[in-house]
């Protein structure tokens, strides 16, 4: 194999090669060529002269036909690395024959051959995302240069399964021919032709190498869903397309606004494959709804009652919304079963923040009627946007669509970055829409009137780059070397004043000096795939004797929440979380949660430890993993590891100075009213979130999170000294740039104060 | 009617805008209606155009056809001023460069109007096409500077790749971006897509009306009853009256 990729243009010695391992001479395999070789054996005898029946033989690069690629995928020997091919691959041979994209794969291949970009626009559920890629092999023959094909995903739990399916499909081990790399995982190998990865990873790779030089051919695959990673991105390629002619790229979308990215590629040719859809009937409320929650459980219970058979599909917008829309159904189903004979219902969750095997629960086909020839059963699925495009569940045949999802959003006046519940988008509402039609014609059932449509929801959803902190995309873009920021063509360049909030940002964090160069600091902060502030405060935190310790406090800032707390067990869960809490503050805390974790109790059996004390083994095993990513980075940084000796009376105090190091630009203090927090310069009231477990009275605080409600809240938060800030951070904490104001004379006090210490210092020295 | 009133007394819409002067190329005029020398056009607008226009009306004065053929065709003007009304009548409507609008249409209507109210002097003063609306609000304004503060350091980054905070421009390679960050609010309730509150005020006189007591009630039925009683007496009073007159 090693010596194959280094001679892409001598059949004739790759023939030699591969002959003395001949499978037709194999009698053991002698049945695979009576079974497939009666229609395609032949062709390719014709074309090879009989020798061959094996691998990439005869195979040109970017002169291939679907023709030869459906001769090597038939085998009887993987044509990627020469293994006999296993029985369920060519089951699985046979369903994907039947996807549409199939039919489409000589015209995908002519034009792909045909120019640089091609824009590919195919409905989830065409094949699109495991096919093309596997298109793209047999024509880019990748392994011949010695280079890869990349597939970008914008959920790490899409690359991951995305890149599993695949590996099963063309019969290879995960992590050989076909791996994936997601932030803080990587499996890939030496042999890997084909690698899913997230977007952001390709973002970071590019970083180190600005043209991408490991890749043949680029896929971004549903790029429809414009996050913000996929937008640098295709700015980024239409550069790097132009620097390297050899370099192919695709760019798949879901949806039909594809003449977009068509115009923005300088009008790539579009290739597209219809869906399997069927027509679905829509259906809107005469009156709004007062309460959509509540309309849409009466809508989905209404739906079981009067409906024929099809499964349902409720579109609501958190984890919190959609448990207790689960509950409810659960409970009015089985009244509905008890009293008026209705069929057996049952529910699933689906969001982000769902472990994987739960998540995977969906699929489950729907429950069998109670009785025989009683009423049939259903499956209700209650999911976030997620369904919306990235998901095919079949059997969905009813959507009921509030209308509402969760967005990010950012607001760089106040600098806050929150998911708020908006209203979506008409693109957004028709893509659920067109969820009821997969299997058979379906019914979406709208809980907003048909005037609210046309009048209220924008057209499209806005781009995340819209709607996100720039601060780590600046520091990204800085280090791909684009300085001009105002001409870098993106699809939908971002506000202004976005812009500026970034630069100003890196800029105190010391990663941009005062002309907008990358610092060292700031070379170095863009090593780590975090967020600049967190990555400030872990290079920074040597400097205060603990990197050890905000080491795994960066690691457990980066995963999901740690603390646990059904609703059917809050008393006893806060219990649990005191037994760790610490008086300064939650990241103190949760680093009390994190050395018992790691202590020998808890190791013994980590799961029951953890169900015990109300916390996710989940999100401490994964910022476990985070941990030795990030440390390895450190280590490769030669950032030292170190810590203060825990009986030291400095030892927390270290710990919380070097926080705000990193997180300075997040503090508030308490109004002289003594209820509310203010934000330093933002001049927000904010409240303490009530998880917190602080509970001195401290009058400064730093903050992990923004919680924008119509009541404010800081999350996460841990009390400082404001003395720290005029030392740590001298340039923010410029008092003759504050405005007039409690915080200003608070300042201005501590000012005075450290100046007098000092001055009575001085001559006792 | 003095010069000095004229110009103090021009309708706001025919008044010339801030700053939209500029572009204009020339001004233009419509001959006046009225032979009312005080209705000429004002003294800072004179040029040789309104020199030989007024000439042309020393020449042709009080024509009855002429002012008919004003209010039909009055912002003809052909860019030769020197030409006779009669050659004015074919010739085809002038389109505006700007607004892409007839120059005719707007002056005609104005011009027949004030032939129906008897020419009072002011109305009938020349109204260019430049006044009109339409016109008005499609020409190039310059606006308000931009409320970024000019000492942000991300301000001077960006200008020193070349954007300008005034420009009212985006970023991108053609400045296509949005210029102002989205705008969202947080939404705590459950409320559907198209609620409408009632809003505050509204809400507020509902209050009010509710507010009535019972003895507001009484109070007010009374005084009801005391009006129609009034009422009716009047009525029958009346009635009375004339049967008594018709009587007598």
């Keep these: 194999m090693a010596d194959r990729r280094s001679e892409p243009e001598m059949p004739q010695a790759k023939r030699l090669r591969t002959g003395d391992m001949d499978p037709a001479s194999n009698p053991y395999l002698a049945h695979h060529y009576e079974d497939e070789g009666n229609g395609y054996g032949s062709r390719n005898g014709g074309r090879n002269g009989g020798s061959t029946q094996t691998g990439l033989s005869g195979f040109k690069r970017h002169q291939t036909t679907a023709a030869q690629a459906d001769v090597a995928e038939n085998g009887p020997l993987n044509p990627f690395n020469n293994n006999p091919l296993s029985p369920r691959y060519f089951d699985i041979l046979k369903t994907r024959k039947d996807l549409p994209v199939h039919k489409q794969r000589q015209e995908f291949l002519n034009m792909f051959q045909q120019t640089q970009i091609l824009v590919f626009v195919g409905e989830t559920g065409s094949g699109k995302t495991t096919q093309i890629p596997q298109f793209v092999l047999f024509d880019d023959l990748p392994h011949f240069n010695g280079k890869l094909v990349a597939c970008t995903q914008p959920r790490r739990v899409a690359a991951m399964s995305v890149a599993q399916r695949v590996a099963n499909e063309m019969d290879v081990k995960l992590g050989e021919e076909v791996g994936y790399s997601i932030r803080f995982e990587d499996v890939t190998g030496p042999k890997t032709i084909l690698k899913y990865m997230t977007d952001g990873m390709l973002l970071r790779e590019a970083m180190h190498d600005h043209n991408l030089t490991r890749y043949s051919c680029i896929i971004l695959d549903e790029a429809h869903e414009r996050t913000l990673a996929t937008d640098i991105l295709m700015g980024l390629l239409k550069e790097v397309a132009l620097r390297r002619p050899d370099l192919k790229i695709v760019i798949m979308s879901a949806t039909l606004d594809a003449q977009k990215f068509q115009r923005y590629f300088n009008d790539a040719p579009l290739l597209a494959v219809p869906g399997r859809t069927h027509p679905v009937e829509i259906f809107y409320t005469p009156e709004p709804e007062r309460d959509y929650v509540e309309a849409a459980l009466r809508t989905v219970l209404q739906i079981h009652a009067n409906e024929p058979e099809g499964d349902i599909l409720l579109f609501l917008t958190g984890e919190e919304e959609i448990e207790d829309a689960c509950r409810k159904i659960t409970l009015e189903a089985d009244e509905m079963t008890r009293e008026a004979d209705a069929g057996p219902l049952k529910v699933y969750p689906l969001y982000g923040t769902l472990p994987p095997h739960q998540q995977q629960k969906i699929f489950e086909p729907a429950p069998p009627p109670t009785r025989k020839g009683g009423p049939p059963g259903r499956k209700v699925v209650v999911g976030t946007n997620i369904a919306e495009t990235s998901l095919t569940i079949d059997g969905i045949v009813y959507v009921v669509d509030p209308g509402f999802s969760k967005q990010k959003v950012y607001n760089p006046r106040i600098r806050v970055e929150s998911l708020l519940v908006s209203p979506i988008s008409k693109a957004s509402a028709q893509q659920r829409a067109g969820r009821a039609g997969r299997t058979r014609p379906g019914k979406c059932f709208r809980l907003y009137t048909e005037a609210a449509f046309k009048k209220e929801l924008i057209e499209q959803t806005h781009p995340e780059i819209l709607r996100s902190n720039l601060a780590n995309t600046v520091l990204e873009l800085k280090k791909l070397g684009i300085d001009d920021l105002v001409h870098f063509d993106l699809m939908d360049p971002p506000a202004p004043e976005t812009l500026m909030r970034a630069l100003e940002e890196l800029n105190y964090l010391a990663c941009l000096d005062d002309d907008g160069d990358l610092t060292a600091l700031g070379k170095l902060a863009s090593e780590f795939p975090l967020d600049p502030a967190l990555a400030v405060m872990l290079i920074s935190s040597p400097e205060f004797y603990c990197s050890n310790e905000i080491l795994s406090l960066t690691a457990l800032l980066s995963v999901p929440q740690v603390f646990v707390r059904p609703a059917s067990a809050k008393k006893r869960a806060d219990e649990m979380k005191a037994l760790f809490a610490h008086p300064d503050g939650d990241q103190l805390t949760m680093l009390n949660v994190y050395h018992a974790f790691k202590g020998a109790d808890a190791q013994a059996d980590s799961k029951k430890w953890c169900r015990e004390h109300f916390l996710s083994l989940r999100a401490l095993q994964s910022a476990d993993n985070v941990r030795q990513q990030l440390k390895r980075i450190m280590e490769k940084s030669e950032l030292d590891l170190i810590s203060t000796d825990f009986n030291d009376k400095n030892y927390y105090t270290n710990i919380r100075r070097a926080l705000v190091a990193g997180f300075f630009m997040q503090v508030a203090k308490k109004d002289s009213s003594g209820k509310t927090y203010k934000t330093v310069k933002d001049d927000q009231s904010v409240l303490l979130h009530p998880s917190t477990v602080l509970q001195v009275d401290s009058e400064w605080v730093l903050y992990n999170e923004f919680v924008l409600t119509t009541k404010n809240y800081v999350r996460t938060v841990t009390s400082i000294k404001p003395e720290w800030l005029l030392d740590i951070a001298p340039t923010y904490y410029d008092i003759s740039t504050f405005k007039k104001g409690e915080i200003r004379t608070a300042l201005e006090r501590v000012n005075d104060k450290v100046k007098r210490k000092q001055q009575t210092k001085r001559p006792g020295r | ?248």
């Design chain 2, 1 to 248: 009617m003095s010069d000095e009133d004229d110009t103090y007394e021009i309708p706001l819409q025919d008044q010339r805008v801030f700053g939209a002067g500029i572009k204009r190329k020339r001004v233009k005029f419509v001959p006046s209606t009225s032979n009312d020398p005080a209705t000429r056009t004002p003294a800072s607008n004179t040029s040789a155009k309104s020199v030989s226009d007024l000439y042309l009306k020393l020449v042709l004065p009080s024509d009855p056809l002429s002012t008919d053929e004003k209010a039909v065709s009055p912002g003809q003007e052909p860019d030769g001023w020197a030409v006779t009304l009669k050659d004015k009548k074919p010739a085809i409507p002038q389109v505006c460069e700007i607004c892409n609008l007839p120059v005719l249409s707007d002056n005609a209507s104005k011009s027949s109007n004030t032939d129906l109210t008897d020419s009072p002097p002011l109305d009938s003063k020349p109204h260019p096409h430049e006044a009109s609306l339409a016109h008005q609000v499609c020409l190039t304004h310059s606006y308000p500077p931009s409320h970024i503060d000019r000492n942000r350091k991300g301000l001077a980054y960006l200008s020193s790749y070349g954007w300008d905070p005034d420009s009212r421009l985006g970023l991108g390679a053609s400045g296509q971006g949005i210029q102002f960050p989205i705008k969202t609010k947080p939404k705590d309730d459950k409320m559907g897509i198209g609620v409408v509150l009632p809003n505050e005020s509204e809400r507020r006189k509902k209050v009010k009306t509710e507010k009535y007591d019972a003895g507001m009630v009484k109070k007010m039925y009374e005084t009801d009853k005391r009006k129609t009683e009034r009422l009716r007496e009047m009525f029958y009073r009346n009635d009375d009256v004339e049967k008594y007159l018709g009587g007598g």
